[in-house]
Each structure stands twice: as C-alpha cells, then as structure tokens.
C-alpha cells in the first residue's frame, strides 16, 4: 500500500519554488495545466504502475495547448450544463497508487467542443457588442466631418 508521505515525497520534484500545494486540489493550488500536467501524470503512472486508461484530463484540468483555451467540456448528459472541473486530492493519488489503476468516480457526462456554441442568443449578443466596438473605434479615429468618408 502506498502511503501519503510517499505521494508526496514523489510530488516533491514537481513542486515550484515557493508554491505551496493544497491536499485538496493539487493541480489548482500549483496551476498546473497542459503539457506540464500531462508530465505530471505520466510520471505518476510509471513512479507508481498505475493504468491510467480510465483517466479523462478535460474532467480534471484544461489538457489542451495552449492551456488558456479550453476546447472539450465535460457536459451533464440530460441538461446540456458545462460541468466544473474537479480538483485531485492527494488521497486520490494515494488511492490510485494502491489499487494500481485510477479509479475515481463522477456523475454521468459526455465530452463537446464548445457547448457555449449552442446558445445563439449569446453569440448574437457578442457579435453586436463587437460591431459597437469597431463603430466606437471608427468614431474616435476618424475626423468629425462625415464627409470624409463620401470623398474617397
């Protein structure tokens, strides 16, 4: 059985200077996102043996690059509503460890790119406050006379 002390004796290494990691949310107190929390679990599973084909990353943090767009979104399958991501504790590490695969149960989900996609009203919303954005740029530029635009 692996032991809390051995997690974190290996997740020592992983730790920047000063950072200070929270027992109940590893990979949100370190923010560690991407390519870097990728490393992070592929070096877990080999330090460990643990299989990690039960692990899906868009549940626990943005695994895309680069890590500020999130592209796939954990989606309740009945209401269409954008699940949260849920933190690692580090007792879910130790638990994995000793069963030697990752386990960790959620509530029913499907995966979609982008499901703020499907509300049309929003993204009718977005595209006039950018057109109002381009008229005030175009305001502010341009010289008050209008004819400036009928002279060319």
Same mark, same amino acid.
């Given at each position: 059985m692996v032991s809390e !002390?051995? =997690? *974190? !004796?290996? *997740?020592? @290494?992983?730790i920047s200077r000063g950072a200070e990691p929270d @027992? /109940? $949310?590893?990979? /949100?107190s370190l923010r560690c996102d991407g390519d870097n929390a990728s490393e992070l679990f592929e070096d877990f599973a080999e330090r460990f043996g643990v299989d990690l084909r039960n692990f899906e990353p868009w549940l626990y943090y943005i695994a895309d690059e680069p890590p500020v767009r999130r592209r796939w979104h954990a989606v309740d399958p009945e209401t269409g509503a954008e699940l949260p991501l849920f933190p690692i504790t580090v007792q $879910?590490? =130790?638990t994995a460890a000793g069963a030697g695969v990752w386990n960790k149960t959620h509530p029913p989900h499907r995966f979609e790119r982008y499901p703020f996609l499907r509300d049309r009203a929003a993204i009718r919303r977005w595209i006039r406050m950018a057109l109002v954005c381009v008229l005030l740029v175009v305001l502010f530029v341009f010289p008050d006379d209008p004819g400036v635009f009928l002279a060319r």
């Open positions: !002390a051995e =997690v *974190l !004796a290996w *997740l020592q @290494p992983h @027992p /109940g $949310d590893i990979l /949100g $879910d590490f =130790v």
